[in-house]
Each structure stands twice: as structure tokens, then as C-alpha cells.
């Protein structure tokens, strides 16, 4: 069931290492399916070279598995906790990403710095509090402390990246690692200023309403 969705997430995950977010298994992506509302997530601890379409386990919000025979992520009651809370997200993504993964050890949200953060993002990523793995704790400190942004950074952990889709979310972690190591780099060079808040409002809208084809 749901093969289009199982393939499209497997061609994403494969993104995951291709784009450096992820080393051995850790990191996944989960899509939930508008029709059925279904989600379909990675198996546990399965290299992603190894990793096939139809390893992809299939549960419902509840956490019940309706189809596969691995075991689903150890962050799958986080993400069905965020789809049960927002219904708006159709795509989560979780990484280790290491620039963005720094602040986050930090406990440090990163402020608007740069255009591109304003343009994907528009607004500072917050830093979510600590949470154990396993449980839905996760889920509730990224519902709790992401607002309307597509990504947070969760302390001592990593980035959690949500979206209409699960390429829109994969794009969103994509991006928030590439505004980490630029963002690093300028500390390295001295205190970079702040884009103002009206001017990132400005460039956001632009951004999600005016570019591209
Ligand atoms: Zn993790």
C-alpha cells in the first residue's frame, strides 16, 4: 500500500547522506498520506544504502502498524505526535545535521542573519528543550517551541524540519544546516548583525509568494 508515497521517501532519505545531514542510521523522514491518513516512516536502524522502498513501515496516528514487517523508527511516536497536533504538516524530517546540530548542543537558537534564513525561514530557528528519546517527548518540545517555523532545534540533540510535504520538510533541513555553517563561519570572523524583523517579513513574503517559476 501507499507505493508512490514509500517511493518518494525512499528517493528522500537517500538525499539525507548525499546532502551530509546524516551519518550511519540515524535521521528520518516520515510523510503522512492526505487520503488515508496514514504514515509512512523508516524502519529502525536500516542503512540508508541498504535501505529499500517497501522497508518503509505503514502506521496510523495511534502507532499501530498497518503494514510492514521491520520496526518503525525509534522517533515514530514524536512524529505521530506532531501530525496528531498539526494538521497542517504532511511532511516530518529529524537529522544530526552537524553545523545546525552544534547550536543546538549549545541549547543557542539562531538568529536571522542572513537572506537565505530570512527567505526560508522567516524568522530566528528556535532551540526546543531536552527530551529523552523513545516516547513522544520529542514531539512535544517541537510542537511547543517551533510556531509557524519549518524547523527547530532541539537541545542536546539535533534539528526537526516539518512541511506541507516531505520534500518541503527535507528542503527545510537542507537548508537550515546550510544557515548553520555559514552562520558559524561568520562567528568565527566577528558579530554579525541582525537582519531587522520588518525587512525578514519583507523577504520571507517575497520569497514564498513571488520566486520561482
Ligand atoms: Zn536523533
Not at 89 to 111: D, E, Q, R
Request: charged fraction near 20%.
Amino acid at each position: 500500500m501507499l507505493e508512490t508515497l514509500k517511493e518518494e521517501l525512499h528517493k528522500l532519505h537517500l538525499m539525507l547522506p548525499q546532502a551530509g545531514l546524516v551519518t550511519w542510521t540515524s535521521g528520518n523522514v516520515s510523510a503522512r498520506d492526505p487520503e488515508t491518513g496514514l504514515v509512512v516512516i523508516k524502519p529502525s536502524g536500516v542503512m540508508y544504502d541498504q535501505l529499500r522502498p517497501e522497508d518503509h513501515v505503514v502506521l496510523d496516528l495511534e502507532g499501530d502498524v498497518i503494514e510492514g514487517s521491520l520496526k518503525p523508527s525509534s522517533d515514530t511516536a514524536s512524529h505521530l505526535y506532531i501530525y496528531r497536533e498539526r494538521p497542517d504538516v504532511n511532511g516530518i524530517v529529524h537529522t544530526h545535521s552537524p553545523y545546525a546540530t552544534a547550536f543546538a548542543a549549545l541549547g543557542k537558537s539562531i538568529p536571522v542573519y542572513l537572506t537565505a534564513h530570512a527567505d526560508e525561514f522567516g524568522q530566528a530557528i528556535p532551540c526546543a528543550g531536552f527530551a529523552l528519546i523513545g516516547g513522544e517527548e520529542i514531539g512535544q518540545q517541537v510542537v511547543e517551541h517551533i510556531g509557524t517555523c519549518a524547523a527547530v532545534l532541539l537541545k542536546n540533540h539535533g534539528v526537526f524540519t516539518v512541511g506541507k510535504n516531505a520534500k518541503s520538510a527535507v528542503k527545510a533541513a537542507i537548508m537550515v544546516e546550510d544557515v548553520a555553517k555559514t552562520v558559524h563561519l561568520a562567528l568565527q570572523l566577528g558579530q554579525p548583525d541582525e537582519i531587522p524583523a520588518e525587512a525578514v517579513a519583507k523577504l520571507h513574503d517575497r520569497y514564498m509568494n513571488v520566486y520561482g517559476q
